[in-house]
């Protein structure tokens, strides 16, 4: 792999590092997210379900039969402070006992909290929780999130577009909201790493997540602890701060990188929208403690 050409937007060429297929809230298969990563040109993907590897498997099967290059990986949403964080963490050990208790404690919490969160709905909604269930793609191996409760409000009706129910019902500022119960940003890092990982801060400079945004001291923290990069190239981050985001990558010795957030048609997010270049790529690579599918 060798270095592309960047533009004020990111690699003009390059991988996709952050899609998300119907193992946890995206439409597609991770066969589909293969085929159409490699109709696109791209260089490679990765997949990168919630609290989870149960897609991992499917992509590299279809990877593997069409000869493109797949990194695994996951998003494991944590707080910071009460700010919330999402890290993407590449190339781990899947059977590792950290990552593999925090993958099941986390998705026990999110269960409960949806749980709870349909039983409010439905005191304005007449929604069920079997209403939900039948959003859900992979059943139990599914991660199981607000897109799903969304998904259910579209069927019944209420909203046109999952988009539109984010906007109303399922917003994080909605009566019905209530947080993902979640590990420290420090603790995911630290499990990350101790699997042999690389993890990566995702959209940390997104002001529609958070009112407010991890500061330079919090991901000093972080980048003490091992952490290992920074998606700067999203399309929630601002051009300010990219520009924060760049000066501290440069500071702290961490990898930049890019990707969609794709979701299939669960987003208007579109697949290589935002790409990582196939330098930062090899690098992720040559620190993880397991290969790339190709």
Not at 136 to 150: F, L, N, Q, S
Not at 219 to 236: P, S, Y
Request: glycine share 10%; with cysteine.
């Amino acid at each position: 792999m060798t270095s592309d050409e960047y533009n004020d937007c990111g690699p003009v060429s390059g991988w996709d590092l952050h899609c998300h297929t119907v193992f946890s809230d995206g439409t597609k298969t991770p066969a589909e997210l293969v085929d159409i990563a490699c109709a696109k040109g791209l260089h490679g993907v990765a997949i990168t379900d919630h609290d989870t590897t149960a897609g991992w498997n499917d992509a590299q099967i279809a990877a593997q039969s069409r000869g493109f290059p797949l990194l695994r990986g996951s998003e494991i949403t944590a707080q910071d402070d009460h700010v919330s964080v999402h890290m993407l963490a590449y190339l781990y050990d899947p059977e590792n006992e950290g990552i593999v208790e925090l993958f099941r404690s986390t998705r026990k919490a999110r269960i409960e909290r949806a749980r709870r969160m349909v039983s409010r709905l439905a005191q304005d909604f007449p929604i069920t929780w079997d209403d939900v269930r039948d959003q859900i793609k992979k059943g139990e191996k599914t991660t199981v999130g607000r897109p799903h409760m969304a998904d259910a409000l579209v069927a019944a009706g209420f909203y046109r577009t999952r988009s539109e129910a984010f906007a109303g019902a399922i917003s994080s500022s909605s009566k019905y909201y209530i947080p993902t119960p979640s590990p420290t940003a420090l603790r995911v890092v630290q499990v990350v790493r101790q699997a042999g990982g690389v993890s990566v801060v995702a959209h940390p400079g997104d002001y529609s997540r958070n009112r407010r945004l991890l500061s330079d001291f919090q991901i000093r923290r972080l980048a003490d602890a091992g952490l290992g990069g920074l998606e700067v190239w999203h399309r929630g981050n601002g051009s300010d701060e990219r520009r924060r985001l760049l000066k501290l990558a440069d500071e702290l010795g961490l990898l930049v990188t890019g990707g969609s957030d794709w979701h299939g048609a669960g987003k208007p997010n579109e697949l290589g929208e935002n790409l990582t270049g196939d330098d930062v790529v090899a690098q992720i690579v040559q620190r993880g403690a397991i290969g790339l599918v190709s």
